[in-house]
């Protein structure tokens, strides 16, 4: 298991901002109590307003945010295989979430192998952070090293009104380590450190 730096998650964080966030589009599904998805939308993130974007950006930040090295960890991913989970989320970051079926595809093999009894919200997050170039003094410079292409998963329980809350799941794909894009490895999140065990296995299934 590979050890995140937390400064790489704050620098991304400080950018999740209703001001300047570099999260460009915003898809999901809710899940009812018996694992059946009950609607879904998508939707460029700019287009949301008001508490609905707070909230949401909220959700998103939860993840990268969470305790470092503790909730959130990395670890390495089986790979690319043709018909394997990591290559449809490959695709989805590839397409910037503008792929219906594929998104489908995605909440049905969670929605069957995420039971939790009671409903939830699955929702995804397409972002693309300019990552700046850093003086021998640590501080920003205006050129930019590369475009940090991300996807951020979130699992989260909801309320009787279908608004999600904090969390309990998730990942950040790919990792973004020393700074840069990290294809071979995935940050997963579980609220309060426990075992991602489920969740790994979920993402190593065939599709």
């Given at each position: 298991?590979?050890?995140?730096?937390?400064?790489?998650?704050?620098?991304?964080?400080?950018?999740?901002?209703?001001?300047?966030?570099?999260?460009?589009?915003?898809?999901?599904?809710?899940?009812?109590?018996?694992g059946y998805i009950d609607g879904t939308f998508n939707t460029n993130f700019?287009?949301?307003?008001?508490?609905?974007?707070?909230?949401?950006?909220?959700?998103?930040?939860?993840?990268?945010?969470?305790?470092?090295?503790?909730?959130?960890?990395?670890?390495?991913i089986p790979g690319f295989a043709p018909g394997s989970v990591w290559q449809?989320?490959?695709?989805?970051?590839?397409?910037?979430?503008?792929?219906?079926?594929?998104?489908?595809?995605?909440?049905?093999?969670?929605?069957?192998?995420?039971?939790?009894?009671?409903?939830?919200?699955?929702?995804?997050?397409?972002?693309?952070?300019?990552?700046?170039?850093?003086?021998?003094?640590?501080?920003?410079?205006?050129?930019?090293?590369?475009?940090?292409?991300?996807?951020?998963?979130?699992?989260?329980?909801?309320?009787?009104?279908?608004?999600?809350?904090t969390p309990e799941a998730g990942f950040l794909y790919p990792a973004f380590?020393?700074?840069?894009?990290?294809?071979?490895?995935?940050?997963?999140?579980?609220?309060?450190?426990?075992?991602?065990?489920?969740?790994?296995?979920?993402?190593?299934?065939?599709?």
């Open positions: 298991m590979e050890i995140i730096n937390r400064e790489d998650m704050l620098e991304l964080t400080r950018r999740m901002t209703s001001a300047r966030s570099n999260l460009v589009r915003i898809a999901g599904a809710y899940i009812d109590e018996e700019l287009n949301l307003r008001g508490e609905e974007k707070k909230r949401c950006l909220d959700i998103a930040k939860a993840i990268p945010f969470s305790k470092t090295n503790e909730e959130l960890k990395s670890y390495q449809l989320i490959y695709a989805l970051r590839d397409c910037e979430l503008k792929n219906d079926a594929l998104l489908l595809n995605l909440y049905e093999l969670i929605a069957e192998n995420y039971p939790t009894g009671s409903p939830y919200a699955i929702y995804v997050y397409y972002g693309a952070y300019d990552v700046p170039l850093k003086g021998s003094d640590k501080s920003y410079q205006n050129e930019s090293e590369e475009t940090y292409q991300y996807l951020i998963l979130a699992i989260s329980p909801v309320d009787e009104a279908q608004t999600p809350h380590t020393n700074r840069s894009t990290d294809l071979a490895h995935v940050n997963f999140y579980l609220k309060d450190g426990r075992d991602a065990g489920d969740l790994r296995r979920l993402l190593k299934n065939e599709l």
